[in-house]
Each structure stands twice: as structure tokens, then as C-alpha cells.
């Protein structure tokens, strides 16, 4: 089921350690969950495709963690290693963007260790198994 993350953002801190942080007088920031597949494991991870609206530093990590799900290998907000990933399991699996002649569109790979730790998952259930076959 698809649900829209819509909470303002700003940013906080010093220069080489800036934060975003939810606000009301935050700028405006929308973030459009499209599907996610839950894994078998006692680390209750899941593989979450999203839609960015706007761009907001950190906007995916933060709205997904105000959610109460941070990216696994975020510790910036709240995230916890693991061995699945030893850095923010964060990627761009695309980008389209419009360039005023019509939208330009890549796709981009997985990283190695990513794309490793995705093919050794398990999905949970048939529908995720059924979203997993389709989207990764």
C-alpha cells in the first residue's frame, strides 16, 4: 500500500555534522512510500522502494526514521550496523527527472554489497515474495 510521508524539514547544526530534523517551520518535504517487501530475520528489516517529491538533505533517511524505521547502518537517526550493509543501505536504484524537453531517466545498478545482501534475502510472506519478484 502506497502512503505519502509529508513533514516539513530544516536543517540543523554545524557544517560537517548537519542534521535534518522535522519542524514546523521546516521547509516542505513529501515522501511517497511506493512498496516495501519485509524479510524473514530477527533484525525486522525490510527493503522500502520510495518517491521523493521534494529533496531535502537526508529526506529519505529522516522521514523513514520519524516513521520508527531507520535505515539499517544509519546511526546517524537511529539506524544500527549490521552485517548486511557496513554503511547506510541507501541507494538510487533510478532518477527521472524533467529537463524541459521532456523527462531524462538512468537507472542505476545496486552496489555489489547491497546487491549480495538483497539476493541472499528471504521475503516474508507471498505478497512480498510476489512485490520482491517484481521490483528487485
Do not use: K
Not at 86 to 102: E, F, S
Amino acid at each position: 500500500a502506497r502512503r505519502i510521508l509529508d513533514m516539513p524539514l530544516r536543517v540543523a547544526g554545524e557544517r560537517g555534522a548537519r542534521r535534518s530534523v522535522a519542524a514546523a517551520d521546516g521547509r516542505p518535504a513529501r515522501t511517497q512510500v511506493q512498496a516495501a517487501v519485509h524479510l524473514v530475520g530477527d533484525e525486522g528489516i525490510s527493503l522500502v522502494e520510495v518517491r521523493l517529491h521534494t529533496g531535502r538533505l537526508h529526506q529519505i533517511r529522516v522521514h523513514l526514521a520519524l516513521e520508527g524505521y531507520p535505515l539499517v547502518g544509519d546511526t546517524a537517526y537511529g539506524g544500527t550496523p549490521s552485517g548486511l550493509c557496513q554503511r547506510p543501505c541507501l541507494h538510487a536504484r533510478g532518477l527521472l527527472i524533467d529537463v524541459g524537453t521532456g523527462p531524462f531517466g538512468v537507472r542505476c545498478p545496486l552496489p555489489s554489497d547491497m546487491a549480495e545482501s538483497v539476493r541472499a534475502a528471504i521475503p516474508a510472506d507471498l505478497r512480498c515474495r510476489a512485490i520482491a519478484r517484481t521490483q528487485w
